[in-house]
């Protein structure tokens, strides 16, 4: 991969389908660091200088803008961190921004994480005023001893609390719930998932605890006092999420999240079909097609240091890589087998320049790991979405 100027020519260029342009907004501020967590987010027990950000926002939105070139947006997402620790007046900014930079249709999906603690109506209303139409709420889970164990600063009547406003205030919402916990059983499971699924409205996104180096959880599991279940055990729970979500009208259309028909997240899609994002903010990534050629970005990481380098040089990107078309190709079959509509085939063969091996392909097929969908897709079947890593490793070889 090649180092790319910043001057480079703006524009689609690659010839491709389009599957969408995002904006990702990064807020990288916490009131607490879950133990978890290994996401990009910080403490600051000085209120933050959301004045002096939102400035750095702009000021980085006006570089991409400069590498994008003019072009259409279908989602805008703002995630962390802790969105909902935002003023309103700071989003509403935010967005304002985007639309001054970027063509921003009406009705389009407008996403903001929040966490159940800081949630509040008149914030909420705030949010909603300043045009988020969709909420996604880091619940986690619905008993308050596992909510304890994972570090949250809510409780089960939080979350009921913000799911019931978010349900009332914005039109669409989704929450996260984390499984595969210790000791946790599928009868235990099934029982939190059904409830779940009677407060969800059209989207829930489901994830394994994955013990993540770095974190307090993987000093614990390292030393014994942490125990999760092992992998047959997690198997068992993620068939069980499969089979409950299937029977309930929201079935999966990516590994983790699932969603009644036609309300699967938009921006998410776009990261999944391989489309264009910009990624704005500290510790944000992003993928550009500029001059026909796809550009991979990363910003500094801590918060304050992001602060300075855009304040000082427009922007905070520490790293944009020129990915060659192989590259890419193996970006997208790592995104694109993660969906149960699967890989678009053609557009794998475009950017590798070749048929996927016909051997490993037969090896897969036979082993029930893989399907193809007529000659256009190649997809995961459920056995091959417990391996996923394994199959795109085999693929991309």
Not at 128 to 136: E, L, Q
Not at 189 to 195: A, C, F, M
Request: aromatic share 8%; with cysteine; hydrophobic share 40%.
């Amino acid at each position: 991969m090649t180092a790319v100027p910043l001057d480079i020519r703006p524009g689609m260029g690659s010839g491709l389908s389009d599957p969408g342009f995002g904006i990702y907004v990064h807020w990288p501020f916490c009131a607490a660091k879950c133990p978890y967590c290994d996401f990009n987010s910080h403490v600051r027990h000085q209120p933050v200088d959301q004045p002096r950000f939102v400035q750095a926002f702009l000021k980085e939105m006006a570089t991409m803008r400069r590498l994008t070139g003019s072009r259409s947006v279908t989602s805008v997402f703002m995630g962390g961190g802790t969105p909902s620790l935002m003023a309103p007046e700071t989003v509403d900014a935010i967005l304002n921004g985007i639309a001054r930079h970027w063509h921003v249709p009406d009705g389009i999906e407008i996403t903001m994480e929040a966490n159940p603690s800081s949630v509040e109506a008149e914030r909420f209303r705030g949010y909603r005023a300043a045009g988020v139409n969709r909420v996604s709420l880091g619940v986690q889970a619905l008993n308050d001893r596992d909510l304890k164990f994972l570090g949250r600063l809510h409780d089960v009547a939080d979350a009921l609390k913000a799911i019931r406003l978010a349900r009332d205030i914005f039109p669409r919402m989704s929450f996260d719930l984390i499984y595969a916990r210790p000791n946790q059983t599928v009868e235990d499971w099934d029982r939190e998932l059904k409830q779940a699924v009677s407060y969800a409205v059209d989207h829930l996104s489901l994830y394994q605890l994955t013990i993540e180096e770095g974190t307090p959880f993987y000093g614990l599991h390292k030393a014994g006092k942490l125990v999760v279940p092992d992998g047959e055990q997690s198997a068992v729970l993620y068939e069980a999420t499969q089979e409950i979500t299937e029977r309930e009208n929201m079935p999966a259309y990516e590994v983790s999240n699932h969603a009644r028909p036609g309300a699967e997240s938009r921006h998410n899609l776009t990261y999944w079909r391989y489309g264009d994002y910009v990624g704005i903010g500290p510790g944000a990534h992003g993928r550009l097609t500029a001059g026909g050629a796809k550009i991979a970005t990363a910003t500094e990481r801590k918060p304050e240091a992001w602060l300075e380098r855009v304040e000082a040089g427009g922007h905070g990107m520490i790293d944009q890589e020129l990915l060659e078309r192989e590259a890419q190709a193996d970006e997208l079959l790592l995104m694109g087998l993660r969906l149960k509509e699967g890989v678009d085939l053609a557009r794998w063969q475009t950017l590798s320049g070749r048929d996927p091996d016909p051997d490993r392909e037969q090896f897969l097929i036979e082993h029930g790991f893989i399907e193809r969908l007529g000659n256009s897709r190649l997809r995961c079947t459920p056995a091959g979405m417990l391996i996923l890593d394994a199959v795109v490793a085999d693929l991309a070889c």
